[in-house]
Nanobody, 123 residues
């Protein structure tokens, strides 16, 4: 089992920044690809970003490209999502997820999930 705990969410005004963290425990972190997803009220969970096990490959959703970046630190067992120039439409619960068999932009492909952290962006 891999336990994932997100932190760093909060309320910000449009144009502001937040950095989300996802700390993993329970198993060795480094073999797992990591993904960030978000879910707004009444909407399906959507892909935000992912990073390969060694961090050498990343992908960012078009809706946040140029504003969000993903990174990981395998020594600290932590994945990050840096969110800049936030918009009200970024308001959602943000989840991190781990997948042993490589990156994927489909939430159904991930093995482990955190409980999420709320991000609220006001205009």
């Amino acid at each position: 089992q891999v336990q994932l705990v997100e932190s760093g969410g909060g309320s910000v005004q449009a144009g502001g920044s937040l950095r989300l963290s996802c700390v993993a425990s329970g198993r060795i972190f480094s073999p797992y690809a990591m993904g960030w997803f978000r879910q707004a009220p009444g909407k399906e969970r959507e892909f935000v970003a992912d990073t390969s096990a060694n961090g050498g490959s990343t992908a960012i959703a078009d809706s946040v490209k140029g504003r969000f970046t993903i990174a990981r630190d395998n020594i600290k067992n932590t994945a990050y999502l840096q969110m800049n120039r936030l918009k009200p439409e970024d308001t959602a619960v943000y989840y991190c997820a781990a997948r042993l068999l490589g990156v994927s932009n489909s939430p159904d492909q991930y093995d482990y999930w955190g409980r999420g952290t709320q991000v609220t962006v006001s205009s």
